[in-house]
């Protein structure tokens, strides 16, 4: 008996094997959708709002570099007056100091005195 369990073979492995079918897939055609007029005119307005609003972004960014640039030159202007301003305080400031206005005035046979000096408060 044990003789003929090991020949024994079931009924599946007796079978002799086909090659596997491949399987194809069908594919499936979609129609595409028909847009309405109602779509159609919602994505007209909303890709000429799109272009205005680029457009608009681009113009205002321009502008914006622009009026920046002209601010700029105003600031270094304004820099530059009160750099001048500041060298003119200083000559000022020479040019009244006491000593130099004793020198000015002994140049020209001037002398300082009091007495015709009026106070410009009173």
Do not use: C
Request: hydrophobic content about 35%; cysteine-free.
């Amino acid at each position: 008996m044990a003789q003929n369990a090991y020949h024994y073979q079931d009924a599946a492995r007796t079978v002799p094997k086909r090659p596997a079918q491949v399987k194809t897939k069908a594919r499936k055609r979609y129609q595409p959708a028909v847009w309405t007029k109602q779509e159609r005119s919602l994505v007209i307005v909303m890709a000429v709002t799109v272009l205005f609003m680029m457009l608009a972004t681009v113009w205002t960014t321009v502008s914006m570099q622009r009026v920046e640039a002209k601010n700029q030159a105003v600031s270094q202007k304004i820099d530059k007056v009160k750099e001048e301003n500041d060298s003119y305080r200083g000559d000022i400031q020479a040019k009244t100091n006491k000593d130099n206005l004793e020198k000015v005035a002994k140049s020209a046979n001037m002398e300082q005195s009091t007495t015709n000096v009026r106070n410009v408060n009173q």
